[in-house]
């Protein structure tokens, strides 16, 4: 059993093309197995294999409790062919980083069949043969370990986008990293610096593969994540060059972030932030007032955060006129459904906000990707149009939206989330500029 695990898990016994084939097919029948039983109990029926390479339909069909057992029973099965496959390219004499390349989506399918037809560079050993140390390919293991690891505890077990996704881990991984990647011998900070970097690039790539993430949000994490974890290289490295202390910070680390997990939604204090944005339209409120309540389609996004899948508005429409009358205002995601809570025209049009669709569509390989945490990171509350008389029967057109954010640190994603609705609201309100100006008599 012992050697077994060490197989599966480890990153030190050699792995032979006929090793990998048997491995492969063995454990690709296990997991599609358990899957199969998990999608009947779910479902009431057995899925086709189309069926089930679709998210998409997955999504729609399967309860969000199964779709999550579903993805934390593949966590170990991404490990094992990490593993596995990077010792089967050292075995085939290839770079090891060359088994790397099974984290990448669909290119790692022509990795995995090249190495099963790729025939050993070195003569079998009787007994069972340590491939040489590498610290490089050890700490990058361990790294994507521990993000593996804690992403799975932090949102799908505390449903919490906070300091141990967002801090914890990539401090964690860089850790990780520098303390491996020295323990044997002494390596420069800078190849460390660059390792640890390399482990967040080989992290977002497992995140994709599993579906796990979008490159949209991986992309967006990426500055937050990476001077920790570069702090985190030179604190491990630190630790592995130096004296022996009683308790490794590594350890201490492991210890203390799933603690921070359980405590820091405690420490949280709900704050509404609010955007405003406003333009001057050549025409009188009166005029400009029909376009705010509802608007025709808006043409095609031009803006490269739009078209790369952030939501953006297409058109709206009301059902009703006066308090009590519901504006719908759909995105390319869907509908905000935003029932009228003060009707003074043309001066001022507010609503609440009872229903909203995802923030955005992920960038995925895959052709649709349903992330579980994108409900309720962004939550709009309310939305607000002021239409103030300017000199000359212009028009002062000021839109405002306050929301509620469910990711931490709420200082750095505010940047992110102030800037996008911002450009929501210029979108919006351009184009009821450009209407209401070309309604008026010239």
Request: a neutral charge; charged letters at 15%.
């Amino acid at each position: 059993m012992t050697g077994t695990l060490q197989l599966l898990f480890g990153l030190t016994r050699r792995v032979d093309r006929r090793t990998y084939i048997t491995a492969g097919v063995l454990l690709m029948a296990l997991k599609l197995g358990v899957d199969a039983m998990v999608l009947f109990e779910a479902t009431g029926r057995l899925w086709g294999v189309w069926e089930y390479l679709s998210l998409a339909q997955l999504a729609e069909e399967v309860p969000m409790t199964s779709v999550r057992i579903l993805t934390l029973w593949a966590l170990p099965f991404a490990w094992i062919g990490l593993s596995m496959t990077v010792r089967r390219a050292i075995d085939a004499g290839f770079s090891p980083w060359v088994g790397l390349l099974f984290c990448v989506p669909l290119l790692n399918f022509g990795v995995m069949l090249a190495l099963s037809l790729a025939p050993s560079q070195r003569p079998r050993a009787p007994a069972p043969e340590a491939l040489p140390q590498s610290s490089g390919l050890k700490a990058i293991g361990g790294a994507v370990l521990v993000a593996m690891v804690m992403t799975a505890v932090a949102v799908f077990g505390l449903q919490n986008l906070g300091l141990v996704l967002f801090a914890g881990t990539p401090l964690g991984m860089g850790v990780i990293t520098g303390y491996t990647y020295n323990r044997g011998a002494a390596r420069g900070t800078g190849e460390t610096i660059l390792l640890a970097l390399g482990s967040l690039i080989v992290a977002g790539c497992v995140f994709l593969m599993l579906a796990m993430e979008g490159l949209l949000c991986v992309s967006m994490a990426l500055p937050l994540a990476a001077p920790l974890a570069i702090f985190g290289a030179v604190l491990g490295r630190s630790v592995a060059v130096g004296p022996p202390t009683s308790v490794s910070p590594v350890v201490m680390l492991l210890i203390v972030m799933p603690l921070v997990a359980w405590v820091e939604p405690a420490l949280r204090e709900e704050r509404t932030h609010r955007v405003t944005s406003s333009i001057v339209i050549d025409a009188p409120p009166q005029a400009v007032w029909s376009h705010v309540v509802s608007f025709e389609p808006l043409p095609p996004p031009r803006e490269l955060w739009f078209r790369l899948g952030i939501a953006y508005p297409t058109h709206a429409r009301i059902d009703g006129s006066g308090v009590g009358a519901t504006r719908y205002c759909e995105f390319s995601t869907g509908a905000f459904v935003e029932p009228i809570t003060l009707w003074d025209e043309p001066r001022k049009l507010a609503f609440d906000v009872t229903r909203q669709p995802d923030p955005l569509r992920e960038l995925s390989p895959y052709p649709e990707v349903h992330i579980d945490h994108l409900h309720g990171t962004i939550t709009s509350q309310r939305g607000e149009f002021s239409l103030t008389p300017g000199p000359a029967g212009t028009t002062i057109l000021e839109g405002s939206t306050w929301y509620q954010l469910g990711l931490f640190p709420e200082s750095y994603w505010t940047l992110w989330t102030d800037t996008l609705i911002s450009s929501i609201h210029r979108r919006v309100l351009e184009h009821i500029k450009a209407s209401a100006e070309g309604t008026v008599p010239g």
